[in-house]
């Protein structure tokens, strides 16, 4: 079972940009859960900071190959180093294969175009959404991936937040 992902950035994540945020952990969790119900045996990441990047550290210690889907090259130039070194070292160390989904800089129709490639390429999807958000990358991957017939599976960013944490944002 090949299981694309798809999810928030960390701005709609409680602003979790921390990886060892309480969130951020939970999630990955939530991801180890779905893959192991699902039987994924390769997941295929889009690798942009947030679900995308907590998914795939997810499948890597499950111990499933992961396929990296990048929208361009230099996806990571405006991150934090941390975040930088973090998507580098999965890329050289950790995942399967890297695929370029677009050539050429930034543009922001290729983040699109890299979603609709990973959904054309896997039998179910993964979803972080909080359910509230009805535009943009996740909301469009999830309605694309059900359209074509694949089944997706929502992780509510929502059950994972303490409800005595004030900083929450969800669904600005």
């Not at 054309?120 to 991957?141: Q, R, S």
Request: charged residues 20%.
């Amino acid at each position: 079972m090949i299981v694309g992902i798809t999810g928030h950035r960390p701005d709609k994540l409680n602003n979790a940009y921390d990886v060892n945020h309480p969130l951020r952990k939970w999630l990955r969790e939530q991801f180890k859960t779905k893959f192991v119900e699902l039987k994924a045996t390769t997941v295929i990441s889009g690798m942009a900071i947030g679900a995308d990047v907590d998914g795939a550290l997810s499948a890597i210690e499950l111990g499933i190959p992961v396929i990296a889907a990048v929208p361009f090259v230099g996806q990571e130039e405006k991150w934090s180093a941390f975040d930088k070194a973090l998507y580098h070292k999965l890329l050289n160390e950790h995942v399967k294969q890297t695929v370029v989904v677009s050539v050429g800089g930034y543009h922001n129709e290729k983040f699109f175009t890299r979603n609709k490639w990973i959904v054309d390429n896997c039998e179910a999807i993964v979803a972080v959404h909080n359910g509230l958000i009805d535009f943009g990358g996740t909301f469009t991957t999830i309605k694309f991936a059900s359209i074509t017939g694949r089944s997706v599976h929502i992780i509510n960013p929502n059950d994972g937040i303490d409800p005595v944490d004030i900083g929450a944002t969800f669904g600005s």
